[in-house]
């Protein structure tokens, strides 16, 4: 089953706004991922978060952990019509080699 | 710098026939290797993990099986395809160790008719 899951689903916006993705996972992990895909294209790696991090920056990119209710969000700020993509998160699991992913958000930044 | 090859990019496969994807990875020695599975409009399903060469970890059983005949190279393979096979699968690896950022090949594009 997968590991996390993402909330929304889909989410609409116009350039110039923010974006807000959150995902949820189920067990204990090392560390939490956010992937960017492009329509039928490979994942690309944005931002990684340690279990021991709370909080993230990388450009535009803010990603939050909250390991208490096993939840972490992304923000995209001041979004851009090439941010469209769909993203997802990912967990790397304590004592593993596997990295799991949620179901993803597909963001849609209208120009 | 390291680059991950995967192909071929799309193929169209009859029902039953066999099925082999090839992915390379250069630039870097002793990854992990790993073959997602994606199907349209969904989150990416984890097939197979390979620590090193032989040794192949089954996520799903299922009519796929996965190969490391060497340190750099994953090759996932069927002998008879079916329908429920169709779909977007993805080479990815990660340096050695636990939990790392994954880096993926561009994606394979399955139909079986």
């Known amino acids: 089953s997968q590991q996390g899951e993402e909330d929304p689903q889909a989410l609409s916006i116009q350039e110039g706004e923010n974006a807000t993705m959150n995902c949820s996972y189920k067990?204990?992990?090392?560390?939490l991922q956010w992937y960017r895909q492009n329509s039928g294209r490979g994942l690309v790696h944005l931002i990684l978060?340690?279990?021991?991090?709370r909080e993230k920056h990388s450009g535009r990119l803010r990603v939050t952990l909250d390991t208490s209710k096993k939840s972490s969000s992304l923000l995209i700020t001041a979004s851009r019509a090439a941010d469209t993509a769909s993203y997802f998160c990912?967990?790397?699991?304590?004592?593993?080699?596997?990295?799991?992913f949620g179901a993803g958000t597909r963001l849609f930044v209208k120009a | 710098s390291q680059t991950i090859h995967q192909w071929p990019a799309t193929l169209v496969q009859p029902v039953g026939s066999p099925l082999s994807l090839e992915c390379t990875v250069e630039?870097?020695?002793?990854?992990?290797l790993y073959w997602y599975r994606q199907a349209a409009g969904r989150g990416l399903q984890l097939l197979f993990y390979?620590?090193?060469?032989?040794?192949i970890s089954s996520e799903v059983p299922q009519n796929l099986s996965a190969s490391r005949p060497q340190d750099r190279q994953f090759i996932l393979s069927s002998k008879k395809l079916l329908l429920s096979d169709s779909g977007f699968y993805l080479c990815?690896?990660?340096?050695?160790?636990?939990?790392?950022?994954?880096?993926f090949g561009e994606g394979s594009r399955l139909t079986v008719l």
């Open positions: 990912a967990t790397g699991r304590t004592g593993g080699f596997k990295t799991i």
């Open positions: 067990t204990s992990i090392n560390n």
């Open positions: 978060i340690r279990s021991n991090e």
């Open positions: 990815a690896w990660s340096v050695r160790g636990a939990g790392g950022e994954l880096f």
């Open positions: 390979s620590v090193g060469i032989g040794q």
């Open positions: 630039g870097t020695s002793n990854p992990n």
